[in-house]
């Protein structure tokens, strides 16, 4: 099962008036190097300017989580994680500020268990019961108790 993720209105927002400043700056670049002979350099800068504003709306518009058999992966625009399930020990709603590909600061926090290497993981499902209880029906060790999920059931 595909769970998309919440996208902040805000970063969204962002997202479309960095796209303008962006075409607008890139568009100039380029006009400047054709018409009027200025440095040749402009025609990298500028293209280069699209091409990273381009990887920004990936990494935003396409990012969810799949729940796959026993394997939950995580994607954000071209990165793609696989996690086993059987390595999750907890996953419970936090709102640390630490940067994370989850931008919202209400977000699910992922806790491994010990002797796995990554530590922590943020996520932001759009629907954040309905991917809890995909992650306790994936794996009979986790507990949804309304809230959270957690290995060996409600604490």
Known sequence: MVYPARREPILVWVLAFDGVITLGVASWMIWEAAVKHWSPAFFAVGPGLLFSFL????????????????????????????????????????????????????????????GVPAQRLFLDPLDREAFLQGLAAADPGLTYDGQKVARGGPI
Not at 59 to 77: P, W
Not at 85 to 91: H, K, L, P, S, T
Not at 103 to 110: F, I, K, P, S
């Open 55 to 114: 990887a920004a709306c990936w990494m935003l518009l396409h990012s969810n989580y799949e729940i796959a058999g026993q394997d939950l992966i995580v994607r954000q625009g071209p990165a793609r994680r696989t996690i086993s399930i059987a390595m999750i020990d907890e996953v419970f709603p936090t709102e640390k500020s630490a940067l994370a590909p989850a931008w919202a600061r209400d977000r699910l926090q992922v806790l491994f268990v010990p």
